[in-house]
């Protein structure tokens, strides 16, 4: 299994708290990406990296921000949390961009009361 | 109208049927994904390809280009194949995917 660690797995926030969602993998690929996964939609892209401090949007990034400081770091930060933004969200990364699977974290279920 | 349709989105079997999920997709891609999902939430990525057919152990994905269509075939179900899978394309040339919503598999013993 690709060495990735979301932290925290679980997280129960109010509104309006700023909230920071760790990835870490041991693997050193280039890319990483954060997704969140919603009830009736497919996996959606808010944020993804092809580098130390190279970081795109995705789809729906309104209201996170990323860092990325080390290659083996990638963090997602819900400045001012809504309930919009309760999901389970996902880190993954891949060697390659294009012709490389990407490899998956197992998710931090946030809650945002 | 999603870009990337799965059906069914609900299937139930019996232990030891053939199953067969199938994927549609509206744009051009240049390569697509199955994924699984099990119960406690972490996703594997199975299969990528751009065309043809890949096999690996029970599990077969096949892409048709021209009619748009990928389907994903389990031989001989098992209990332990029960999970979500999910299709995924990578639009033309574009890095990021496009992810269907799932077909939530169960087996039943």
């Known amino acids: 299994d690709a060495g990735i660690t979301q932290s925290p797995r679980h997280k129960v926030t109010e509104t309006g708290t700023p909230v920071t969602l760790r990835c870490h993998q041991t693997?050193?690929?280039?890319?990483m990406y954060w997704y969140r996964q919603d009830p009736g939609h497919g996996l959606r892209l808010i944020h993804y990296s092809y580098g130390v401090k190279d970081t795109d949007k995705g789809e729906v990034s309104d209201g996170y921000s990323v860092s990325r400081s080390k290659t083996e770091d990638f963090l997602l930060t819900l400045e001012s949390a809504t309930s919009s933004q309760t999901s389970v969200y996902f880190c993954a990364i891949s060697e390659d961009r294009f012709n490389q699977p990407q490899h998956f974290g197992d998710g931090t279920r946030l809650s945002i009361l | 109208k999603n870009e990337v349709e799965q059906s069914p989105q609900n299937l139930t079997a019996q232990e030891g049927e053939f199953i067969t999920i199938n994927c549609s997709y509206s744009v051009g891609i240049s390569a697509l994904h199955w994924l699984q999902q099990h119960p406690g939430g972490g996703i594997v990525s199975l299969f990528m390809?751009?065309?043809g057919k890949k096999k690996h152990g029970r599990l077969i994905a096949t892409i048709n280009i021209q009619e748009k269509h990928s389907s994903l075939h389990i031989t001989a179900s098992h209990p332990r194949d029960s999970a979500v899978y999910i299709c995924a394309v990578r639009r033309g040339s574009q890095g990021n995917l496009i992810f269907g919503k799932g077909t939530k598999l169960s087996v039943k013993p």
């Open positions: 390809l751009s065309s």
């Open positions: 693997e050193n690929h280039r890319y």
